[in-house]
């Protein structure tokens, strides 16, 4: 028997294998982290704040020594949450798509590098588990599976490649023509955001500290750098955010600055002054009484009511009735 003789008969022969029980545990994630990026163009000084915890964590452990940001491209910076060997994959996608020739000139044009770039994740795990299930090539599969593969095994291995999502959410900033743009990445989906994006378990807090604070492209450097830590630092209530901070301010001609000991502790004082403080005595508040009427419920109000005769019948035509 030749060759493709015998790889075609090994495919009609492939039992329809279930799919293995997913041990999360095993796998390192940090989707329980915090990411923040926000930028500034105040006073013709265009940057970037990038802040992010160090927290990784598994069922069973954690440790606070997974940095969060990457290089993407060049001039290009990202910053991931969720299960680590899905976001770096993507990552790694994303360099490959910035790494082609043509340099972004508008929005638009980075917007359709990072999907393409997701698009070479989904290529990717679709050969992989091709490989990793039947010993065979994607494009193989494309080509001979539906006629050589059992009929449920094959609608399963499509079904599960088309169900497959990275899980993981990026922040993909950077530079075009000197001024600073900022991308999420998350669901698969990508979309441009206007002042700032967050991701991780601590999205919803810190947004809303954001917010409350009015961050805005407006703002300097330094009202953007306290702006960015105290959310990061309130959003540590959320589950998973590790108490580690590291801040990067970067800008157009490729200088990144960092944020460490004496930096830190000018952001402390004005936390300490300037953040929601613990109510310790609040005055009584005066407040009026008002009985609220008896409701009768609606189903109760369509009954009739039993002590209310019927009414008559109408009289039938010709009645003698006068």
């Known amino acids: 028997m030749s060759p493709s003789h015998q790889r075609s008969a090994s495919l009609r ?16 994630d940090t989707d329980m982290t915090v990411c923040i990026a926000a930028s500034s163009i105040f006073n013709n000084d265009p940057l970037i704040v990038l802040c992010a915890d160090m927290m990784g964590s598994t069922d069973w452990s954690s440790s606070e ?22 976001a770096r994959e993507l990552v790694a996608s994303c360099h490959r798509s910035f790494s082609m020739p043509d340099a972004p ?56 490649i088309r169900n497959h ?27 441009s955001c206007d002042s700032f994006a967050v991701i991780g378990s601590g999205t919803l807090i810190a947004e809303a500290s954001l917010f409350h ?13 306290y702006c960015v830590f105290e959310a990061k630092r309130l959003a540590e209530k959320a589950p998973g955010v590790g108490k580690v901070t590291q801040i990067f301010v970067v800008r157009p001609d490729h200088t990144l600055e960092m944020v460490q000991g004496e930096g830190f502790n000018v952001l402390e004082k004005y936390l300490t002054e300037l953040s929601p403080k613990e ?36 009289s039938p035509e010709g009645s003698d009735e006068s």
């Open 213 to 225: 604070r009015q961050q805005s492209f407006m703002n300097g450097r330094d009202r953007t750098l």
């Open 165 to 191: 999502y990275s899980d993981a959410e990026l922040i993909i900033t950077g530079f075009i023509d000197g001024k600073p743009n900022i991308f999420k990445v998350s669901g698969d989906s990508v979309w």
């Open 279 to 314: 109510v310790q005595y609040i005055e009584p508040i005066p407040m009026t009484t008002q009985v609220m009427p008896v409701m009768t419920p609606y189903l109760e109000s369509t009954r009739r009511d039993p002590t209310i005769p019927p009414p008559l019948p109408e």
């Open 105 to 160: 000139q508008r929005t638009t044009d980075v917007l359709s590098i990072i999907r393409r770039a997701i698009g070479y994740y989904k290529e990717g795990f679709a050969e992989a588990h091709i490989q990793g299930r039947l010993g065979i090539s994607y494009q193989e599969f494309r080509l001979r599976g539906k006629s050589e593969l059992p009929d449920e095994l094959y609608r399963d291995l499509l079904s599960e």
């Open 13 to 28: 022969n492939v039992p329809p294998v279930s799919r293995p029980l997913k041990h999360d545990w095993y796998s390192w």
């Open 65 to 86: 020594r997974t940095p969060k940001w990457r290089p993407v491209g060049t001039n290009f910076y990202a910053l991931l949450s969720g299960p680590i060997s899905n």
